[in-house]
């Protein structure tokens, strides 16, 4: 039986405005989060409390935007090593998006822009041969406590 997967052509833009992080402070899940109407980047922990609020007024020399855990230089929490590269999801949202299109055997592909996430994924993310180290992996991340 062919699992289908729709191309939504997601950018990586679509996901950035709210980020899970290592806390700073305890090294637990955060969740970064960006205001537009406020211009602020905002991180907070549930285990600890940690808050930490920035202006996103400026942005750094060179940049056209930023995602949402950029603002603190925290580490993603999502995120492992496979083989050469880096597996990583922004949030929940983007990591089971991701898990739709490595379970997928059938993908669909609605016109091309060069611009979808999917489509500047590195290579490894779509070798029918990694599917199922990186679905483990992707379970891994998703209990990651
Ligand atoms: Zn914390």
């Known amino acids: ?3 289908r997967f729709q191309d939504e052509n997601l950018r990586l833009s679509d996901f950035e405005r709210e980020v899970w992080v ?3 402070a305890c090294a ?3 969740v970064a989060t960006l205001d537009s109407e406020r211009k602020t980047a905002r ?4 285990s600890c409390g940690c808050h930490k609020e920035t202006t996103t007024d400026v942005l750094p020399y060179g940049t056209i935007h930023l995602a949402a855990h950029s603002w603190f ?3 993603l929490w999502l995120q ?3 083989r050469n590269g880096v597996f990583y999801a922004y949030n929940f949202r983007h990591l089971e998006y991701l898990e739709r299109y490595i379970g ?4 669909e592909h609605k016109g091309r822009t060069h611009f979808t996430l999917l489509e500047k994924l590195p290579r490894f ?3 029918a041969k990694n599917r199922e180290g990186l679905l483990k992996l992707i379970t891994r991340l998703k209990n990651r406590t």
Do not use: E, I, S, W
Not at 43 to 46: A, H, K, S
């Open 73 to 75: 230089g925290q580490p």
């Open 43 to 46: 991180l907070f922990c549930d």
């Open 28 to 30: 637990k899940k955060a």
């Open 125 to 127: 993310y779509h070798d």
């Open 80 to 82: 492992a090593p496979f």
């Open 1 to 3: 039986m062919n699992n």
């Open 104 to 107: 997928a055997t059938l993908r």
């Open 22 to 24: 290592v806390c700073p």
